[in-house]
């Protein structure tokens, strides 16, 4: 895998109260992934997940990742707070922000709402592709006071039927759930990170098109080696390997 460029879609930083992280800043981050192989990745705070307004972690990661080549920012958005479309604008026209991320579980709304609707509208005027988290963690292993489930594939599938022009990333979905989000649905993609079977890429491969597959690791939820390994022991053609490594990442969110 030394001669194949890795670009990683799902890779997060910050404090989470379950998980104890060792990588706490970009720079730790950065040399974390070079040494795993991987190139350029994009990044989110997790601690915009939970706290009252993404925009206070947003803005500190935003101006820390500016001193990282190749970690690239992306915006939490939560479209049920009153600030979002004042908030996404700025951030699109004063910070040139590349990709929105959302976490429709964890800030409590579905994918038909109305706020929702209307944010797809505004990411497709600034051209923006969106990134869902499915889950942030297996539901088998959540705290017990704070159960989250994944979000329905019916709502992914009928939002990207919806703005077929928008690119969707669906993060941390199961085979399952991936082969129901890419089938007939060519704007939306998934990413390895929880994908797990024999011989990951090749199974996966039978039912999901190799441009609807990115490569995502989870970090620091899940270890890095583990979604690198799968591509570097995948029985498929290195032309599908460059594919999913970059190659996709590329398209879709431009960087």
């Known amino acids: 895998m030394s001669s194949t460029t890795i670009i990683d879609v799902n890779v997060s930083l910050g404090s989470w109260p379950f998980r104890r992280f060792d990588l706490k800043t970009p720079g730790q981050l950065q040399r974390h992934l070079r040494r795993e192989g991987v190139a350029a990745a994009w990044v989110s705070a997790i601690d915009s997940v939970l706290y009252p307004d993404p925009e206070v972690h947003d803005e500190l990661l935003h101006a820390k990742l500016l001193r990282h080549e190749g970690l690239h920012f992306v915006k939490t958005v939560h479209p049920l707070l009153g600030n979002w479309r004042r908030s996404l604008t700025r ?14 579980g964890y800030h409590g709304y579905g994918l ?15 051209r923006l592709p969106l ?4 889950r942030l963690a297996d539901e088998r292993g959540q705290h ?13 599938v009928r939002l990207a039927k919806a703005f077929p022009a928008i690119p969707i990333v669906a993060l941390c ?3 399952p759930e991936a ?10 993609h998934v990413d390895l990170s929880f994908i797990e079977t024999l011989d990951t890429l090749k199974t996966a491969l039978t039912d999901i098109p190799a441009r609807q597959i990115l490569f995502g690791s989870h970090t620091p939820f899940l270890y890095t080696r583990s979604a690198v390994l799968k591509l570097a ?16 990442a590329r398209r879709v969110l431009k960087g």
Not at 91 to 103: D, G, H, S
Not at 144 to 156: F, R, S, T, Y
Not at 179 to 188: A, E
């Open 233 to 248: 022991m995948a029985n498929i053609p290195k032309r599908a390997v460059r594919t999913i490594a970059a190659g996709n």
């Open 131 to 134: 990134l869902i988290q499915i």
């Open 173 to 175: 979905a199961y085979l």
């Open 112 to 126: 038909g709402d109305e706020r929702v609707l209307e944010m797809m509208e505004q990411l497709g005027r600034h």
């Open 91 to 104: 951030w699109v026209e004063e910070k040139q922000t590349r990709a929105v991320k959302i976490f429709p």
């Open 144 to 156: 017990p006071l704070m159960k989250v489930a994944g979000v329905p594939c019916p709502e992914v």
């Open 179 to 188: 082969r129901t989000l890419t089938k007939g649905s060519p704007n939306v």
